[in-house]
């Protein structure tokens, strides 16, 4: 069965444009979740969505934003983007939310120049 | 304040050797810990994981030990492959894994033919 597709794979952009990240999960899974991973950070949560709710929200400023349509794609949106937000932004989708259930995407590599 | 702490930011092997990387965790709740192999420019991939009810995991040459006292967690890799070379994530969760799960910061793991 066809993995996670993350699009796009790279992305240059510049301060204080704005961003779309889409996400297609495995056929079936309801939960999707996005990462920003960073050489000094690792890997840290940005949000969750089951069943086009959010329902987790991690520790990042009101410009990240995301949304799950009624076919599971889930898209996040970063505004006013600042030098600071080129990372790899990953997203993993499971059946039901249970993390041991997940499945990565290759992720999108943004830079803000 | 990081919950989940890869102390060792990257380690070196000879082929055939045990590879032991470690993590250390502070936040008692966490009872789901996960392992993650990453590669570059691809999505991390589950690895092996263990409840805090077990206190060892096995999965063929890769074994999780779970030490609770000591807020503590390793995975041993026997016999270490080349093809083992990758960034290893460590991860944590609560609510039996139904919560998002926290990462360390990865260990990148050579293995040395």
């Known amino acids: 069965k066809a993995g996670v597709t993350q699009t796009p794979r790279y992305l240059i952009k510049t301060r204080g444009q704005q961003v779309t990240l889409s996400c297609s999960p495995i056929?079936?899974?309801?939960?999707v979740s996005w990462y920003q991973q960073t050489p000094g950070q690792g890997l840290q949560f940005l949000f969750e969505?089951?069943?086009?709710?959010?329902?987790n929200k991690g520790n990042f400023p009101g410009r990240f934003s995301g949304r799950q349509f009624s076919n599971s794609r889930s898209e996040m949106n970063v505004s006013t983007l600042e030098l600071g937000d080129s990372a790899l932004y990953l997203c993993?989708?499971?059946?039901?939310?249970?993390?041991?259930?997940?499945?990565f995407g290759s992720g999108t590599r943004l830079t803000v120049v | 304040d990081q919950q989940v702490k890869q102390n060792s930011p990257s380690l070196s092997v000879q082929e055939g050797r045990i590879s032991i990387l470690n993590c250390d965790y502070t936040?008692?709740?966490?009872?789901?810990f996960l392992w993650y192999k990453k590669y570059p420019a691809e999505g991390p991939t589950f690895l092996i994981s263990i409840s805090s009810i077990k206190d060892k995991n096995e999965d063929g040459r890769f074994t999780v030990f779970l030490n609770k006292s000591a807020k503590h967690l390793s995975l041993h890799i026997v016999p270490s492959q080349p093809g083992d070379s990758a960034v290893y994530f460590c991860?944590?969760?609560?609510?039996?894994?139904?919560?998002?799960?926290?990462f360390g910061k990865g260990t990148r793991l050579s293995v040395i033919a």
């Open positions: 056929s079936g899974h309801r939960s």
């Open positions: 993993a989708s499971s059946l039901e939310g249970r993390n041991y259930g997940y499945t």
């Open positions: 991860a944590a969760s609560r609510n039996s894994g139904n919560t998002p799960l926290v």
């Open positions: 936040n008692s709740m966490f009872d789901y």
């Open positions: 969505y089951f069943s086009e709710t959010q329902r």
